[in-house]
Structure formats: C-alpha cells, structure tokens
C-alpha cells in the first residue's frame, strides 16, 4: 500500500530533550515536506525537500532541522525542543508536486 | 498572511443534500490547486485537484470549480454523507515555489442525520 509513515503518533517530552520524528515514503516520491498544524493557524510548512540532499526551509524553521540522506526517509529534529513546538506534525510526499500524500500526524506535547 | 482563504469556516447541511465549501486564493500566480479532507484524529486526505489551465473537475460526488477571473474555488460534494463530515481544506501552488503547498485555514463540515 502507497503511504507515508510517521512514527511516533504520541510523544511528550520535556524542555530541552533532543527528539526526532521519523517519516518514510514507499512511493519513491523525489519531494517530501513537514507541516505543523495548530488551531486558527492552519497547516504551515516547516522544511521540504526537493531531493536527496536537497532541503531547505519553509515557513516557521526555527527550532527545528531536517535531513535527507535517502529518498524514502525524511526525520524533523527538534534539538532542544520547546512548548511552542506543541503541535500536530505532518510529513507529506509527493511527485513533482502533484497529488501530496500525507502521513497519519504525530502529537507532540513539550513540557 | 495567508493568500488562501476561506469564506465559512463551519458549514452545516442535512444528509442526502449537495454541500458547497469555497475558498478564496490572492496569488494569480497559482497554478495547482488540491482539495483535501481531514477527519478527526487523521491527516489530511486528497480529495479532488485542479490545474489553472481548467475551470472544472469531476471525482466521484465531488467536483471542483475554479473561476480565476475572481480567484475563487470551490467544493461541491453531492448527496452529502455522514461520512463526509470533516474538516476541508484547499491548498494552492504557486509556480516557482518549489511545489510549496499554502493552505487555507479550513472549513468544519458537519452532516446531520
């Protein structure tokens, strides 16, 4: 089956503890991206990537980095995350930016 | 601030009648447009696309219009379910933003029985 897989759904941690999201495609999809959703602001990209060790920042980047080293996977890094990096995170996929499949989200709470 | 906009964020219709959700873009530039569908607890699900070279698009129950004159697209999903209630969103792409996606905020679509 075609998908995006995110991993974890859930995590809580706390202030200043490095985390990583992970997200893998089986699409063989060239673009990926991370979007965080939050209530009144709607989905807004974080970082994407066009390629294999190709990335570079969307919208709201601070506090977060990313890494493209195969073409199925694409981690979001938060190294020392913060409460407003709270938030409901997306990878999504897509080949030359038709379609956009995306993951099932990952619920983050920092405290 | 967003050039994708919607125009009701909460719509309410009965089941078995036909539901329109709309959605205003700012950016003449944009060249793709996507509707997606997002249920409670899920991420979002493409629903129907749309190329600025069409005015129209037909799925199964849904169809989307694109009128670029007033830059305006909408969502018209007939013989609403309730499964269909969710939160949708349009999406542009703008030509030459490396297949950035600009989403609208969102409109809660509630089917009532």
């Known amino acids: 089956e075609a998908q995006v897989t995110q991993n974890p759904r859930y995590l809580i941690t706390v202030t200043g503890k490095k985390l990583t999201v992970t997200c893998s495609q089986n699409m063989n999809h060239e673009y990926m991206s991370w979007y965080r959703q939050d209530p009144g602001l709607g989905l807004r990209q974080i970082y994407y990537?066009?390629?294999?060790?190709?990335?570079d920042k969307g919208d709201v980047p601070e506090g977060y980095k990313v890494s493209r080293k195969e073409k199925r996977n694409f981690p979001l890094i938060l190294e020392s995350p913060s409460p407003n990096q709270t938030s409901l995170y997306f990878c999504a996929s897509s080949l030359a930016g038709v379609g956009y499949t995306f993951g099932s989200g990952t619920r983050l709470t920092v405290v | 601030g967003e050039s994708v906009g919607l125009h009701l964020p909460t719509l309410s219709v009965q089941e078995g009648d036909n539901s329109i959700i709309n959605c205003a873009y700012s950016?003449?530039?944009?060249?793709?447009f996507i509707w997606y569908k997002q249920e409670s607890g899920k991420g979002p699900q493409f629903i129907i696309d749309i190329r600025s070279n069409m005015d129209k698009r037909q799925g199964q129950r849904v169809t989307v219009l694109l009128n670029k004159t007033v830059k305006h697209l909408s969502l018209q999903i007939a013989a609403t379910q309730p499964g269909d209630s969710a939160v949708y969103f349009c999406a542009e792409n703008i030509v030459g933003s490396n297949y950035k996606l600009t989403f609208g905020k969102g409109t809660l679509l509630t089917v009532n029985p």
């Open positions: 950016n003449s530039a944009s060249d793709y």
């Open positions: 990537s066009m390629n294999v060790e190709v990335t």
